[in-house]
């Protein structure tokens, strides 16, 4: 791979964890209008803290499997699954040096549930890449030999 891939991978981490993220948004408002409404603030808060995770639970693996799969096919001389481990490794990066600035600790979110939805994530983007890497060559124009 070259040195922009490395950067492009980044940038598909990036763009998932922000994407889940604020996907979270709007899975607390309905949860907040349609499923409890009536509460007060400290409840949506504390109702956050365990609907927001599933964004990325859902939107994770999707995501990684649509970016991947679209950039292999769009750059079908690069490696597309060594692309799709990169972007799980960058969004690893991420996603764990933003821990001190949450006030996690380590030890306590790296579980087996975590190292799950990981695995999850890395199955879709390569996938995502094995697949785009299938129809790289596809141009939806039959030369007419069948």
């Known amino acids: 791979m070259k040195a922009i891939d490395y950067v492009k991978a980044i940038g598909v981490a ?72 990169m972007t799980i490794l960058g969004y690893l990066v991420i996603d764990i040096s933003m821990l001190p600035a949450l006030g996690v600790e380590l030890s306590s979110y790296l579980t087996i549930g975590f190292v799950f939805w990981i695995a999850v994530k890395l199955a879709g983007a390569l996938f995502g890449a094995h697949l785009g890497a299938l129809h790289a060559g596809d141009s939806g124009i039959s030369d007419g030999a069948t």
């Not at 607390?28 to 007060?40: K, Q, R, W």
């Open 14 to 85: 990036l763009a998932t964890l922000v994407f889940a993220m604020a996907a979270s948004f709007p899975m607390v408002a309905v949860y907040a209008y349609l499923i409890e409404p009536g509460h007060d603030q400290a409840f949506y808060t504390e109702a956050a803290q365990w609907i927001a995770p599933w964004s990325s639970y859902i939107l994770g693996p999707i995501t990684f499997f649509a970016l991947n799969y679209l950039l292999a096919k769009r750059s079908p001389d690069r490696n597309p699954l060594l692309f799709a481990a």
